[in-house]
């Protein structure tokens, strides 16, 4: 019944996948979510939370380094582990704090310099830019009704996105 739907919406439909590490495991947690495009200009729709969830790995990813380092300082001290408990005070690490998050959006810009956002002061909903992308790699953009009239309570919906993190193309590395 929604075929067509599903193909149409597969042209500018794509899945971010994410990865995530925590400070007391070598367990990598994967995540996934949903952008859809809306023009050619690499401009793509998406809930705040993942926002959040993008601009939280850079600071993860920066503290982490910058906790590595202090970590190195202190291995061959007299008093490491008080140290460490110091450091891992600091940093507010617990064996559950994601140290490390890695994010993939697959099938979206060939490369990309960073991106921008704009978020909704109440709704869950973002805007997405991809900045100095030279090819996209999503086919058309969405189109939106412009008579809502048709659009009513009760009508069947079909509901498209990534919601579930189902790949499993990565593996811990405890020497990098």
């Given at each position: ?7 149409r919406a597969a042209a500018?439909?794509?899945?971010i ?6 400070y007391g ?6 995540g996934a979510?949903?952008?859809?495009f809306v023009n050619?200009?690499g ?5 705040k939370?993942v ?11 920066n503290?982490?380094?910058q906790?590595?380092q202090?970590?190195e300082?202190?291995?061959s001290?007299?008093?490491y582990?008080q140290?460490?408990k110091g ?9 559950d704090s994601?140290?490390?998050?890695k ?5 979206s ?6 991106f921008?956002w704009?978020?909704?002061?109440t709704?869950?909903l ?9 090819k996209?790699h999503?086919?058309?953009p969405?189109v939106?009704?412009k ?10 919906l ?7 993190a189902e790949?499993?193309n ?7």
């Amino acid at each position: 019944m929604f075929i067509s739907a599903i193909e149409r919406a597969a042209a500018y439909t794509r899945p971010i996948h994410n990865i995530m590490r925590t400070y007391g495991g070598k367990n990598i947690l994967p995540g996934a979510a949903t952008i859809f495009f809306v023009n050619d200009q690499g401009y793509a729709v998406t809930c705040k939370h993942v926002i959040d969830m993008l601009a939280g790995a850079d600071v993860a990813n920066n503290s982490f380094v910058q906790f590595k380092q202090e970590h190195e300082a202190i291995k061959s001290s007299p008093k490491y582990r008080q140290q460490l408990k110091g450091l891992e005070l600091k940093y507010k690490y617990k064996a559950d704090s994601v140290v490390q998050s890695k994010n993939n959006f697959v099938d979206s810009v060939d490369s990309m310099s960073g991106f921008t956002w704009h978020i909704h002061p109440t709704l869950d909903l973002a805007i997405l830019k991809f900045n100095d992308y030279n090819k996209i790699h999503y086919g058309a953009p969405a189109v939106f009704v412009k008579d809502d009239s048709s659009i009513k309570q009760g009508k069947f919906l079909c509901r498209l996105g990534f919601p579930f993190a189902e790949f499993n193309n990565f593996r811990y590395n405890e020497q990098a």
